[in-house]
């Protein structure tokens, strides 16, 4: 059993910066990776960022690259995703993930509740 906790999330202009936290507890796996997924209103949920259970590994989007940054902290129980240069498309539900897998999804997968960041213009 595996619980995600999400915060974080919230209003901000277009340009401005974020950092979502993630804390993990219960019985993670250590072969796991934590990452982020996002979702908008009518769209699918996509790839945002992933590390590996040591921290040691990072994965990134495309069009996350230069902006996102995911880390972990020193007990390997919280990811955070430090997010600069917002913009309106960024405007989405954040969720954490715990799962075998870094950029798609699986049925093993344990996810937080998501937050909402919203980017104005």
């Known amino acids: 059993q595996v619980q995600l906790v999400e915060s974080g999330g919230g209003l901000v202009q277009a340009g401005g910066s974020l950092r979502l936290s993630c804390a993990a507890s219960g019985r993670t796996f250590s072969s796991y990776f934590m990452g982020w997924f996002r979702q908008a209103p009518g769209k699918a949920r996509e790839f945002v960022a992933a590390?590996?259970?040591?921290?040691?590994?990072?994965y990134y989007a495309d069009s996350m690259k230069g902006r996102f940054t995911i880390s972990m902290d020193n007990t390997k129980s919280t990811v955070f995703l430090q997010m600069n240069s917002l913009k309106p498309e960024d405007t989405a539900v954040y969720y954490c993930?715990?799962?075998?897998?870094?950029?798609?999804?699986?049925?093993?997968?344990?996810w937080g509740q998501g937050t909402q960041v919203t980017v104005s213009s």
């Open positions: 590390i590996s259970g040591s921290g040691s590994s990072l």
């Open positions: 993930k715990h799962g075998p897998s870094i950029a798609t999804t699986t049925t093993n997968d344990y």
